[in-house]
């Protein structure tokens, strides 16, 4: 990735550790990086494979006081940050500098809704997964495991894409509008005044 200000990422259709990996070494290069929809993530495997796994680590506590750790948390996006915050020597100065530049997200939110998102290639499940091999989506473990937001995620997910189709349908009718424009006057009498003046 070349440097800038911030990196927004849309997660949808990647696979957990491999976007988690690219995201490490950003975040350590110095940038800023912004992860969204995490409950769409992929993760290699069967569901029930899975889903097994992470009952085993909510079995994993204090034996004497549980608030003492380690802290399972339920949501996609916390799970996400966790599985980077793996990846990164969060307690050294260097790696706690690297994890304030991470934010991550359950679907968009409205302030980064209109920015540019971009994907990994190198991360995609269809790139790297052999065709007909197993996988299962994030968010469906938390679900299952304890996250009680899904709906609540869908529901605003629904809204936004509403909101999208119908920026784009006016932007479809004024992009036609500029077109006919341009042409109307390519033709016009005007044409040779405007083509002297280099227009």
Known sequence: MTFEKEVVIDCKNHL?????????KELLSGQKVVCVRCEEINISGSFYRNKLKFLDKLRKRTNT???HGPYHFRAPS???????RGMIPHKTYRGKCAMER??????VPEHIASKKRMVVPDAFRITRLKPGRRFCVLGRISD???WKRKA???????ARKEKGKVYWETKKALL????????????GPYAAVLAQHGY
Do not use: M, Y
């Open 16 to 24: 957990l550790g491999r976007l988690a990996s690219i995201i490490a």
């Open 152 to 158: 609540d995620v869908a529901q605003l997910e629904a």
């Open 65 to 67: 006081n549980p608030a």
């Open 78 to 84: 916390r799970i996400f940050h966790r599985v980077i």
């Open 144 to 146: 299952e495991i304890g």
């Open 176 to 187: 036609a509008k500029q077109k006919k424009a341009q042409a109307d006057t390519a033709d």
């Open 102 to 107: 991470l934010k991550c997200f359950e679907g």
